[in-house]
């Protein structure tokens, strides 16, 4: 082999080597953005982010934290007293981000909603508001703190609602839509979801005896938590529909097909509530002929009434 080819193949690997320091080191930083981390909590950061693989080392951790300090960031030791985690305590520089990288941000972090933990929501709210706070000009700080789907949600309420803690229902303080005064609803916590890009709480309601669903950021306060091995969830509502022009559609995993013809399919759907139910029926318009159960037949109907006295 060359000498010229010898060293161009040296000189690329450095390179290489050089660039994957770098990007460890950077998914690094942005890790502790988030807040302190242990050994354990940065590897799968950094497995996640796909930077590094399983054998990412106690060793390899330490040469990436030590490439930040290189660059004039002070970071926390992993000790006993800070609870075994590293912590960015500061960095010497304020982050340059683009318009166009916010939008790139916005757009994978809306390709995450649909399966995001509502723990990785707030991870993800609170890392924003780091950014956001490293940014020198104001309008990227304003697009960064608009993207997260928690801006106007109480996070601390938010946070006590997701703890570890062992508990499947609360007590809490919620200020329902259009009324003036707020009211204790006492919920069996079912799950969390989005609906048109709000984070709801999904439980059976004992104060009101029934399956509902709840705007996050109407709820003012957990009042009381507690675990309850008898606690009611309800039950789901399943209803029978015929859909014709299935193939303009996209149908959600809760719905199945069980018979089908060139134009029309029977749709089998199972929805958490009546609510949610007939709201997904009157999407597919009149493509749509609700079979069974009656009840939300009938509320179809009476929707369909009620709108066309509107036109009269």
């Known amino acids: 082999m060359s ?4 060293n161009y193949i040296k000189q690329r ?31 799968q950061y950094m497995i996640d982010c796909g930077v590094v693989d399983k054998e990412y080392s106690i060793d390899t951790i330490r040469i990436d934290i030590s490439t930040l300090k290189s660059i004039g960031c002070e970071i926390s030791k992993a000790t006993k007293k800070t609870n075994r985690k590293y912590g960015l305590i500061s960095s010497p520089f304020n982050l340059e981000i683009s318009t166009k990288e916010v939008d790139l ?9 649909k399966t995001a933990s509502p723990e990785k929501l707030i991870r993800y709210h609170k890392l924003f508001i780091k950014m956001a706070s490293l940014v020198e000009k104001e309008e990227i700080k304003e697009a960064l703190l608009g993207i997260s789907i928690l801006k106007s949600a109480p996070i601390e309420v938010l946070d006590e609602l997701t703890s570890n803690e062992k508990h499947n229902k609360v007590k809490i303080l ?8 707020e009211c204790e609803y ?8 989005i609906r048109s890009g709000k984070l709801y709480l999904y439980g059976y309601n004992h104060t ?11 709820i003012k306060a957990v009042l009381e938590k507690i675990f309850d091995r008898k606690s009611v969830v309800g039950i789901d509502t399943k209803v029978t529909f015929k859909l014709r022009n299935y193939n303009d559609y996209v149908l959600e995993e809760n719905e199945t097909i069980t018979e089908k013809t060139e134009e029309d399919a029977l749709v089998e759907g199972v929805y958490f509530n009546d609510f949610i139910a007939l709201q997904r029926m009157l999407s597919f318009a009149s493509d749509c002929t609700v079979i069974s159960p009656d009840k939300i037949k009938n509320a179809v109907i009476a929707k369909l009434k009620e709108m066309r006295a509107r036109y009269d």
């Open 3 to 6: 000498t010229d080819m010898t």
């Open 13 to 43: 690997d450095e390179n290489k080597q050089v660039s994957t320091t770098g990007a460890r080191a950077l998914v690094l930083y942005i890790a502790l953005l988030e807040g302190p981390k242990s050994y354990e909590e940065i590897r």
């Open 174 to 181: 919620y200020a329902p839509p259009n009324q003036k005064t």
């Open 186 to 193: 006492e919920i069996t916590v079912e799950k969390f979801g």
């Open 105 to 113: 941000m916005k757009d994978i972090y809306t390709k995450t909603l």
């Open 208 to 218: 009101l005896n029934t399956k509902s669903f709840l705007s996050v950021t109407r």
